[in-house]
């Protein structure tokens, strides 16, 4: 871990209590300062608090999804780092992360090696260049509708899903009229789909 003098603040975001206790538990005994939030409001509400140097998010969450916490902190705070995982999804270009880990094949000590190297570049963020709108990803409901939340207003609204294929789409917020560019994600329905077949 970089040494600085003071502890590296880790941002921890995911909806099961055991696994972000233990993610917890595990950050602190390497020395860095922890705050946990078990969905993606949570987590801006921490940002809200005090800015992390780098967060750790699962993907699938209720409420406000990984992908669209992920796609507000590239547009509100494009210098933190960030580590996604999941068991759900992929680390497809959709995936606005640093780093992508799948859940149950990667080491804690891989994790932490990346956390220090993401630390050490830190620096260098703020002169990345970052897109101009970084697109959601969000789940198609059994209903053929999308639950889409404003990266700008942070509300959600539903658009109807007349879209067959995965795409970049862009809409307009029906609150603030904010443009937001959104993936559909159809990976997830065909994997209920198939879970509840077999």
């Not at 603030?176 to 198939?194: F, G, H, N, T, W």
Request: net charge neutral; hydrophobic share 40%.
């Amino acid at each position: 871990m970089p040494t600085t003098g003071f502890n590296y603040r880790v941002l921890v975001v995911d909806d099961d209590p055991s696994i972000l206790q233990t993610s917890v538990l595990l950050l602190e005994h390497k020395g860095y300062d922890v705050r946990a939030a078990r969905d993606g409001f949570a987590a801006l509400a921490e940002l809200r608090r005090s800015l992390p140097d780098v967060i750790i998010s699962d993907l699938a969450m209720p409420h406000m999804s990984g992908f669209e916490l992920l796609s507000t902190v590239r547009r509100r705070f494009p210098h933190i780092p960030v580590i996604a995982i999941s068991g759900d999804y992929d680390g497809s270009p959709g995936v606005i992360a640093d780093v992508f880990f799948s859940k149950a094949q990667y080491t804690v000590e891989e994790l932490f090696t990346k956390i220090v190297g993401l630390l050490e570049q830190s620096p260098l963020r703020p002169f990345l260049s970052k897109p101009e709108r970084a697109p959601v990803w969000i789940p198609r409901s059994d209903s053929g509708y999308f639950v889409v939340t404003c990266t700008e207003c942070l509300r959600s609204f539903s658009i109807p899903d007349d879209h067959p294929t995965t795409e970049l789409r862009e809409t307009r917020c029906f609150f603030c009229d904010a443009p937001v560019r959104y993936l559909a994600d159809l990976q997830a329905i065909r994997k209920k789909a198939k879970r509840s077949s077999g």
